[in-house]
């Protein structure tokens, strides 16, 4: 699978360079469109003063009326092809790439699939293709490829990003703020890895060790174990450190969704990611706790 960037967008639609293309298909949405303020964002501190982000409301949380709220929107329009497991085109030439999940590659420009990718979007296209659906976009409504972030809806109403991670088809992959499902689509997923369904069955994604990073590098989604030695705070990063050349890096501006740094010291960790790497170093991005999961 792979790593994913995104972008927030302060005004709907409005930063970017789009093709002509690109523009008359967002004008084309933009008419189907309509407000949807009905999800908020909520912000809570527990029990050691650490601030926390969901879509559900909770014992002393408060609802946060952000600016970004208006680029969240509602959008109907018919699937006209399916990509992979987690891209689809709509008929008005828009791609979206479906928000907080992701599926493994599929066979692409000579570079081999990766294992469960065409069963993601064999399900994708079961469920989609031809048929008209409901897109929810969040506060990040862009990836670095231009593509609409959205949560998709069948018909029958049936939220298609959910559904694919309580299959075993697809994995979490959270980027906040974009928060407006995340509690619903970690418990499905702690459903499907108990239940052992799609992913959490197959050797390729089994845990390994986080030091075979240094001896057999591999690219796409892992789950790596081990324990974090120490924290170095950087400009823009936090970083616990596994060995000298091995890290996981924190953005600053999602610190406040992670417990304190300290309670992860000298535990064991389960990470879950994409390594990066820089000569003879290593490091996985985590935005999102529910990636650095304590055994």
């Known amino acids: ?16 360079r789009w093709r002509y293309g690109a ?24 029990e ?13 949380a408060s609802r946060l009326f952000l600016k970004s709220e208006r680029s969240v929107f509602r959008v109907y329009a018919r699937v006209n092809k399916v990509y992979d497991g987690d ?7 828009e791609r979206v790439r479906l928000l907080d999940i992701n599926t493994p590659e599929i066979e692409h420009r000579g570079k081999p699939g990766e294992p469960g990718g065409e069963e993601a979007k064999r399900w994708l296209e079961s469920r989609l293709l031809g048929r008209k659906v409901r897109l929810e976009t969040d506060i990040v409504t862009r990836d670095k490829y ?16 959910l559904s694919l991670v309580e299959e075993g088809l697809a994995t979490a992959d959270i980027y906040p703020p974009a928060v407006k499902y995340v509690d619903a689509i970690l418990k499905a997923q702690q459903r499907a890895e108990r239940q052992k369904k799609g992913l959490w069955a197959n050797q390729a994604y089994q845990p390994v060790r986080i030091e075979t990073l240094l001896d057999e590098y591999a690219r796409g989604w892992r789950r790596l174990r081990g324990k974090p030695l120490s924290i170095k ?3 823009s990063y936090y970083r616990l450190v596994f ?26 960790m389960e990470v879950r990611g994409w390594a990066s790497r820089r000569k003879h170093t290593y490091s996985i991005l985590v935005r999102h706790p529910a990636a650095l999961i304590r055994l």
């Open 87 to 93: 891209t689809i085109m709509l008929d008005t030439g």
């Open 23 to 46: 523009i008359r298909a967002v004008a084309l949405l933009l008419g189907l469109m309509a407000v949807d303020c009905s999800a908020g964002v909520y912000r809570w501190k527990d």
């Open 146 to 161: 231009g593509r609409l972030l959205a949560h998709v809806f069948t018909e029958e109403d049936v939220h298609a990003n």
């Open 233 to 235: 705070a950087g400009k």
């Open 243 to 268: 060995s000298d050349r091995i890290d996981v890096r924190i953005p600053r501006e999602n610190l406040s969704l992670f417990p304190s740094l300290t309670t992860y010291l000298g535990k064991e």
């Open 1 to 16: 699978m792979k790593a994913r960037s995104s972008n927030a967008c302060p005004e709907v639609f409005a930063a970017g």
């Open 48 to 60: 050691r003063g650490s601030t926390h982000y969901g879509d559900s409301p909770v014992p002393g």
